[in-house]
Nanobody, 124 residues
Framework: QVQLVESGGGLVQAGGSLRLSCAAS????????MGWFRQAPGKEREFVAA????????IYADSVKGRFTISRDNAKSTVTLQMNSLKPEDTAVYYC?????????????????WGQGTQVTVSS
């Protein structure tokens, strides 16, 4: 069992930056692929980024590539999403998730545990 708690969301102007963090409980954090998803009002939850258990492999949605960076610290059981050059279309609730599957799996059913989400709002 893994419990995930996100933090770091907020309101920012377009072009600004935010740093989301996800704290995980459980002794097996380092064995999970970790991902970030987001869900805007009226839209389905979509993949944002994922990182392998070792941190050696990362994958990003095309819409955030070059602007967002995912990283993890297995010693602290945390995963971070650094978001730069934010756009109004990045506005959503952002969710941290843990998966026993490979880092290449980007669909919501591939993830086993989810946080409660943190709101990110980007004003124009």
């Amino acid at each position: 069992q893994v419990q995930l708690v996100e933090s770091g969301g907020g309101l920012v102007q377009a072009g600004g930056s935010l740093r989301l963090s996800c704290a995980a409980s459980g002794r097996t954090f380092s064995s999970y692929v970790m991902g970030w998803f987001r869900q805007a009002p009226g839209k389905e939850r979509e993949f944002v980024a994922a990182i392998s258990w070792s941190g050696a492999s990362t994958i990003y949605a095309d819409s955030v590539k070059g602007r967002f960076t995912i990283s993890r610290d297995n010693a602290k059981s945390t995963v971070t999403l650094q978001m730069n050059s934010l756009k109004p279309e990045d506005t959503a609730v952002y969710y941290c998730a843990a998966s026993r599957n490979s880092v290449g799996r980007t669909t919501t059913p591939a993830y086993d545990y989810w946080g409660q989400g943190t709101q990110v709002t980007v004003s124009s």
